[in-house]
């Protein structure tokens, strides 16, 4: 399973990222958890502070240089599944993609381009978060989550989010999906997940993972 973090600065090495981690290999995953360019072991000096401000300012509403971002991060995955099948011999028909927050803006692009990755689960991604104002057309959600079927895919959101918002942001990427397509909602706010929630979720992986 590829696990994609949202945009803080220690990447994959934050808590949420690691939680992940250890809950998909205790139930039997290999995980590879990747740094997003510019986050974590990866991070540069275009990013100083990590405020939300600050990223959308200088790099998720810089449409040029957001769109050089997502070929980056489609380019580093699909390179991550070539190291999972030769050099960890994995089986490359059960390659899963797990993104969250901004990680699952970046995995429905990647599902979309990468047909290898199967099954597709987005933990709390939307069309564009709250702070978004404009990105190019090939950077958008909307026009790749339609490619990922008929690979399975699930979402997890929450009612309460007041980042990726329900009515305006979540839904209608969640509609643009084809079937097979699953949402399951929290009640809750931004990555607010329970223990029953997380058993969902590998329930739902061990059911479409073939």
Excluded at 189 to 194: A, P, V
Excluded at 195 to 210: D, F, G, T, Y
Aim: proline residues 6%; contains cysteine.
């Amino acid at each position: 399973m590829i696990l994609l973090h949202g945009g803080v600065a220690p990447g994959k090495d934050a808590p949420g990222p690691l939680r992940a981690a250890e809950l998909l290999s205790r139930a039997g995953w290999s995980v590879l958890s990747m740094d997003l360019q510019y986050f974590g072991e990866r991070s540069t000096p275009l990013l100083t502070t990590f405020a939300e401000q600050e990223k959308h300012d200088k790099l998720f509403n810089q449409p040029p240089l957001y769109l050089a971002w997502i070929i980056q991060s489609v380019k580093d995955i699909s390179r991550g599944i070539d190291f999972l099948v030769e050099q960890r011999g994995i089986d490359p028909r059960r390659i899963g993609i797990v993104g969250s927050s901004r990680g699952a803006i970046v995995g429905s692009i990647a599902a979309g381009v990468e047909r290898r990755l199967s099954p597709v689960v987005l933990l709390f991604g939307a069309h564009y978060d709250a702070l978004e104002n404009n990105h190019l057309a090939a950077a958008c959600p909307a026009n790749y989550i339609g490619r990922i079927s008929p690979r399975p895919l699930l979402m997890i959101n929450g009612t309460q989010d007041s980042d990726m918002i329900k009515d305006r942001a979540v839904e209608p990427l969640f509609k643009l999906a084809k079937q097979p397509k699953q949402i399951i909602w929290t009640d809750g706010g931004h990555m607010f997940m329970t223990e029953e929630h997380r058993a969902a979720l590998i329930q739902w992986l061990r059911e479409h993972q073939k």
